[in-house]
Structures are given as structure tokens and as C-alpha cells.
């Protein structure tokens, strides 16, 4: 059975980051990438926000650029998905693909989390064209022009606030006929006035063309249906952590995030560590997941160096 040092598993920021450290640290790191290599961002187009790109960058080549860097200093990466895991015993069991099972002495969880979406396929056929789940992250391409936020929560309270600074008109569909997001944020939305609140209405399709969104059709509680010209779809209906395979061993939160001590990347079992999305609910950025590897990979060098 092949034995790994330092194993991590996902292959986002905070992979890839945990991955160039840990290599540089000499823990000769395996990283496998999991179903979608690169992870959430690459399901967007260009980021603007992160620090060494003053003219932005794709998403796509970012991820390149960190595996690349990951690989330079050492990191075996390995298309694959972790299947199962057994954290009782040292060292830890990981199954691959439901075949392969290798050891591994520190483990490093970095699946990250997937945003919920409506299930619509005109949804998934304008994401990257209009349909987003990250007001931070595209809300500035929207700049001047009418979106929507879908969701009532304090998330999408939120994002809508964030977008109505920069968009000329945001409408939000609300399912119910009351927000559940938080008094304070409540009234925080309703008191912006290019904020329209739809309420006990849902989207039936995501309108658009050859360039884009252009529009969603909606319909009420009611059975009305009526249509609104958009250049962006924002969802705000939560985020789905990539957490499943560990639930029996890892500690996590109601929604599924695990839960880490203090400011450490570690959890519940000993040398076991997470970071980036999979560990936070709040500010699911980039640059954050890929700083939260770099201490995994500290916590996991300090972890190995006792054993």
C-alpha cells in the first residue's frame, strides 16, 4: 500500500496553496483534484480581485498557474476523487475512486463548497454569461445596469446591498412573503431605493442570447407570470460544503462546515487539517481560501515534525 507523507485533497486556492507550501517544507505532498480541478472558481471568468493581476486574469489560468507552481516545487497531482476515509487509525486510511487505498500520515482537507442553485437548465446555460453566485466576485461587470439576487436570507440581503452601490436597478425574487434575513439587514435592503423587492415569486427561466442574460421570467404565488429585463442573475440561496465523505470523523457545524480550533486549520482529529471553503461559511474568497492553505500546510509541517 503506498504511503503519503502529507496528502490533501481538493485542488482550489487553498489545494493548491497548502500544496506549494507543504512542497517547499519538503512534506513531498500528494494532491488529489478531485471532481472539478481548480474547484469553484473556475466556474467563473475573470477575477479582478485578487493582488498581482492589475489587468485581471481568467479563472481558468489563475488555477493553471497554481497548480504549475504547486508541481514546480514537487506536489504530485493526481486526477481523482477521495470515495472514503477512515481517520481512526494512524496511519489514516484514503480510498480513491473506490480502488486505490493509500496511507497517509497528515491530511489536508481543502474540498471547498458548492453553491445551491435553482436547477434550471437555462441556469447552467448562462453560468459564466450572466448567472452568478458571487455578487463580490462579478457584481463590477454589472456596474450601471439592472441584475437580480434570488433569495431572501441574510446572504442575499447582502449581496443585494453590495450590488445596488454599483448596479442601476437590483431586483430581488423572494420565494416568500417575508425576508428571513436578520431585522438590521432587513431594513437595510428596504431602505435602498433602486432595490426591488419581488416578493412570493420564483424564476421559471433565465431569458438571454448569444452574448448573455437579458432577462428571467417569473411567476408569482399566484400563477401570474411576467417577465424582467436583467443583465445579471445573482444567486443567493447558500452554499453546499464538500464535506460528506468526512462526516463520520470530522466535526462540522448545522450546515456542514467543519469546524476548526481557534485560528488553526485544525480539526477534531489530530493531524487533520482543512482549509478554504469547506471550513468558511463567511467570506468564500479566493484570496482567503488560498491564505487559509498556506497555514494548513504550516499546521501540517508542525504536526509531522512531533510524530
Known amino acids: ?103 497517509a500520515d497528515a491530511v489536508i482537507i481543502a474540498t471547498g463548497a458548492t453553491a445551491k442553485y435553482l436547477g434550471l437548465e437555462s441556469e447552467t446555460k448562462f453560468r459564466g454569461m450572466g448567472v452568478s453566485a458571487c455578487a463580490t466576485c462579478d457584481g463590477f461587470f454589472y456596474r450601471g445596469k439592472d441584475v437580480a439576487v434570488v433569495g431572501g436570507g441574510d446572504t442575499a440581503c447582502e449581496e443585494a446591498a453590495y450590488l445596488a452601490s454599483l448596479c442601476r436597478k437590483v431586483y430581488m425574487i423572494v420565494r416568500r412573503d417575508v425576508l428571513r434575513a436578520s431585522v438590521a439587514m432587513q431594513e437595510r435592503v428596504k431602505s435602498l431605493e433602486n432595490v426591488e423587492i419581488l416578493w412570493e415569486s420564483q424564476t421559471e427561466e433565465i431569458l438571454g442570447d448569444a452574448m448573455g442574460v437579458t432577462g428571467a421570467r417569473l411567476v408569482r404565488k399566484s400563477g401570474e407570470k411576467f417577465e424582467i429585463k436583467i443583465d445579471g ?17 470530522i466535526q462540522t457545524d448545522k450546515e456542514g462546515y467543519i469546524i476548526t480550533e481557534g485560528k488553526s486549520s485544525r480539526t477534531n482529529v489530530e ?37
Do not use: W
Open 1 to 103: 500500500m503506498e504511503r503519503v507523507k502529507c496528502l490533501i485533497i481538493g485542488s482550489g486556492p487553498a489545494g493548491y496553496t497548502a500544496a506549494i507550501y507543504a512542497s517547499r517544507a519538503g512534506l513531498t505532498p500528494v494532491l488529489y483534484e478531485g471532481l472539478q480541478p481548480g474547484g469553484q472558481l473556475t466556474t467563473t471568468t475573470i477575477i479582478e480581485n485578487f493582488p498581482g493581476y492589475p489587468q485581471g486574469v481568467d479563472a481558468n489560468q489563475m488555477m493553471g498557474d497554481f497548480r504549475a507552481q504547486a508541481e514546480h516545487f514537487g506536489t504530485d497531482v493526481r486526477f481523482g476523487i477521495v470515495t472514503g476515509v477512515d481517520f481512526t487509525k494512524r496511519p489514516f486510511i484514503i480510498t480513491v475512486d473506490d480502488e486505490k487505498t493509500l496511507e
Open 233 to 249: 442573475f445573482f444567486l443567493a440561496i447558500g452554499h453546499h460544503p464538500v464535506t460528506e465523505v468526512f462526516k463520520d470523523y
Open 271 to 307: 493531524g487533520v487539517f482543512a482549509a478554504g471553503d469547506v471550513m468558511d461559511p463567511h467570506y468564500r474568497q479566493a484570496i482567503v481560501a488560498a491564505a487559509s492553505g498556506c497555514r494548513a500546510a504550516m499546521d501540517a509541517e508542525k504536526y509531522l515534525n512531533t510524530l
